[in-house]
């Protein structure tokens, strides 16, 4: 079996060269806005009953410093080397599990507790990865992007492979 | 914890509006080779260790039948029901498990064995999902494409939600 963690959270990761995520539908006024990243990782997030605040240091610290991101040449390094960009989408449908031939979903978190986690994971994720690019003096070339939790994350990607990896804690 | 099975092999599950997949990089003859499928499901698969033909045929059926597409409506249908196209990408890093800051994939399959179950998963899906079409007229609007085992996966994705789903078999 490969990487099983507590069920807290689950994680699916991918590499990616661009990465586009509407954060706002379309109405009568306005168009829909999108946010996007370049070269970077996409994170799918989502929570389960019992996940804490606690759990998000650790939880950040290991996806940008794990050897997620395969360049060109084979080399493996973390998002925090390449150094790269993150956009993290709320994917609620990671929680499924299968019961005859539909999908359910109960042991997501609910979703005032969900939004708040997602916050904090997106705070800490932007303070890790800028301080990070800030010692190296690449803050300009990064960025965390995210969308809105509880919709529909209607994306883009453009990959060189997407290297996708299971992360659970 | 969500949908957790024997161990066998892991899937994982988005839903696509069209995806494109390099077969074959450029060389200094030929142009690289591409697939493509429009409105349908793109399916990661890794096999680990011990997986064996015997699990195919039931792993296929649930994947294929499973409400696991989202329609605009809100309303959830299978990839038999949407009728959808499918895309197969071979994904060993699905497999992986963090050690320290590195990824290790000692549950992945040997190669060669991984190749044979690569392609008769393929196989079984073409049988099932033509003889549903077949049944409603709709052959002409469905397919079945896959990557290159053991290849680099150069992927574009374009979404109306990948609405991902984690299946382990």
Redesign the interface.
Known sequence: ???KGG?LV?T?LQQCLHARLQVQEADEQLEAQHVQINRGMVI?I?F?KGATDDILPKMVS?LL????CELPSGK?V?LLELPGSLLI?P?A??????KG???QYH?NINKEDGLKLYSSFISLCEKELMAAAGETGRESEVTVRHGTYGQ????????????????DF
Chains 1, 2 share one sequence.
């Not at 449908?93 to 299968?98: F, I």
């Not at 529909?152 to 299971?166: K, S």
Request: one cysteine or more; a positive charge.
């Open positions: 079996m490969a990487e069920g689950r699916v799918y989502c389960f290991t410093n794990l050897r997620l493996r973390s989408v994917q449908t990671l929680g499924g599990k299968a031939k539909g999908m042991n529909r994350q209607v994306l883009q990607l453009d990959t060189d492979g997407p290297y996708t990896h299971l992360m």
